[in-house]
């Protein structure tokens, strides 16, 4: 038996600190003139220095349990995707229902860098179809801030942080969406377009200080190219293959890190302009979160509302895309 996958609540928080193009070129040698042509980005958030993806996943979390009515011993499973996590040890996910009240549910982060919404859309499904009683909270946080290098102008004025909550269950009274279809793929010969350092993979003696491989690295205009063909490309394949076309799509909601790169991806599936979803000039790419962030916008915004039909999809760091179909 195919088992549902619904939204059931989504809960946001992003940090106070608003970062504009105007306190970044204090930093960094840029302008606002080329951040605002190049990306559309205008500000971004940034985590206060006792803040972290767990304090900002936590804050997420209890905003969506509170919305749904759930208490978190009701929860099954919390999942967090991240590529920024408090710690490589434990997971965020731990240290989340740790503080969450929520101390013996399964609990385990993900990466799939920008496209963990998506990947762990997936992932719920799929735990949701061989569990039905499954109650799984979902985050997506990110504290991209702290792995920038405030020397690399080509990456530091992308990224921004936030973090979002989503409860997945397979039964709900009044869903917020259902997940219809979802599609996750990847080219990870080109994993090192985008790499974040300071995993286990050298010797980093006690003492010796961090390197610019710490730092989030990218070959800005190699992934460009990558994300506008990827994005395009497995949006049309899961049309396709759920026998629906563009036309019956009421809101496209893309990964939020370049304006152009929404545009470009917009214009190669040939979706008004008016149908597509945009908060990148406020948040920047906030990665795992971004899409999140822009449907939770969208709802509270109202240009999502029930009976909407909405394409999702997403591209990052491994390479990773996917593309989802929601129905509101
Ligand atoms: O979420 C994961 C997916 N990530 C993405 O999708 C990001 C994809 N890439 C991009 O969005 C764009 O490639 C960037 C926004 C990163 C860069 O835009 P670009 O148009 O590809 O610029 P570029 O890297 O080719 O650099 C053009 C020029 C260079 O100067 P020269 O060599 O032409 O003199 C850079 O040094 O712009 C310069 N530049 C800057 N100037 C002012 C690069 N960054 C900056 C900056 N301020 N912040």
Known sequence: MNHACLLTALGVYTPEHRLTNAELCTMVDTSDEWITSRTGICSRRRLAPEESTATMGLAAAKRALQSSGIQPQDLSHIIVATCTPDKLCPSTACIIAGSLGAPSCMAFDINAACSG???????????????????ILFIAAEAMTRRMNWNDRSTCVLFGDGATASIFSATAEQPLAQVRDVLCDADCSLHSLITIGGGAEKELPAGQSIE???FLQ?????????????????????LERNGLT???IDLLVPHQANMRIIDAVGSRLGIASSKVFANVEQYGNTSAASVPLALAEALQTQVLSHGKRVLCVSFGAGLTWSALLLDF
């Open 117 to 135: 919404y998506l990947y762990g859309v997936s992932l719920c499904r799929s735990i949701l179809a061989g569990q039905p009683d499954a109650t």
């Open 212 to 214: 610019d491989d710490f």
């Open 218 to 238: 990218m070959q800005g205009r190699e992934v460009f190219k990558h994300a506008v063909r990827r994005m395009a490309e497995a949006c049309k394949t899961l």
């Open 246 to 248: 563009i036309h019956d």
